[in-house]
């Protein structure tokens, strides 16, 4: 019981750290539900283990009215576990949960199958799951690992990855040299893939790289056949590049002009004017 009472002032003082709009201790013990459902789990997790099954259960389905949190009183968590807003959250009885973590509300630790044993997610220390996501299955979500909103996640997370998408796929960083080398193709094209690797860390973007990367190697490649060609003696004609009009970006909330469209754009208007 002292045990207990240490955890749930732990959870208490935790709710200060990751939220900048909680004042004072009294607004956090009486308005946050994301803390009532983890201390009301507390006891039923107790109950649960003591054999108590069905007032664990009883318990549960009252904090559940209550706060629009459903975590089954099997369910294993850690110390320092705080549920931000929390409306929507489902923790299934075999989920495993470790110091340190972080739900938002919509989230689902939830089983793939009906047969009895480990089905639900195991989240190790640290790790923070967005709003709306789905871990599904008996998977390991590895200490310090992120998983984007609206994720759908199946399958491991190494220890520090991020997991963004249906299905959830792996954000990778990319490395200073060859990042600049794709800003330099983006900008001949016309595409500015760094501002949309800084922004934001997409797997399709990650596809959209690597086209650049290859566009950027088969430039050299014809530059060096153009340059052994005109050293053999024969003459290759410069002609030019076509321009991109067709090629229009979706950026969020509009499209992005092409240096192209924009140069035709103000040629118009000198025209007009």
């Known amino acids: 019981m002292i045990r207990l009472f240490k955890h749930m002032r732990e959870d208490v003082r935790c709710v200060f750290e990751r939220d900048p709009a909680a004042r004072n201790v009294f607004e956090v013990l009486t308005t946050y539900p994301g803390l009532h459902a983890v201390m009301a789990h507390r006891l039923s997790h107790a109950l649960w283990g003591t054999g108590l099954k069905w007032l664990a259960r009883f318990n549960s389905t009252l904090a559940r009215w209550l706060t629009g949190i459903e975590i089954h009183p099997g369910a294993r968590i850690g110390r320092r576990f ?5 409306m929507g959250v489902v923790i299934g009885e075999t989920a495993e949960i470790g110091d340190d973590c972080t739900l938002y509300h919509g989230v689902t630790l939830g089983g793939t199958s009906w047969d009895a044993g480990k089905r639900h997610p195991t989240l190790e220390s640290d790790v923070v799951v967005g709003a709306g996501a789905k871990v ?35 954000v990778n960083k990319p490395t200073g040299d060859r990042e600049s080398l794709r800003h330099a193709t983006a900008k001949k094209i016309g595409f500015d893939a760094y501002g949309m690797t800084q922004d934001t ?14 566009i950027h ?41 092409t240096s192209g469209q924009a140069d035709k754009q103000s040629k118009n208007k000198g025209s007009n004017s």
């Open 82 to 86: 705080f549920i931000d807003h929390g």
């Open 201 to 214: 860390a997409d797997p399709v973007t990650h596809a959209i790289n690597l086209m650049l990367d290859h």
């Open 136 to 170: 599904l299955g008996p998977i390991t979500l590895g200490k310090g690992s992120r998983v984007g909103s609206n994720a759908v996640v199946v399958k491991d997370v190494a220890a520090g990855k991020t997991v963004i998408g249906v299905p959830g796929r792996l």
């Open 217 to 257: 190697a088969m430039d050299g490649k014809m530059n060096d056949m153009c340059k052994e060609i005109e050293r053999l003696g024969g003459h290759m004609e410069a002609l030019p590049l076509p321009d991109l009009d067709d090629c229009e970006i979706e950026e969020g909330g509009g499209r992005r002009e």
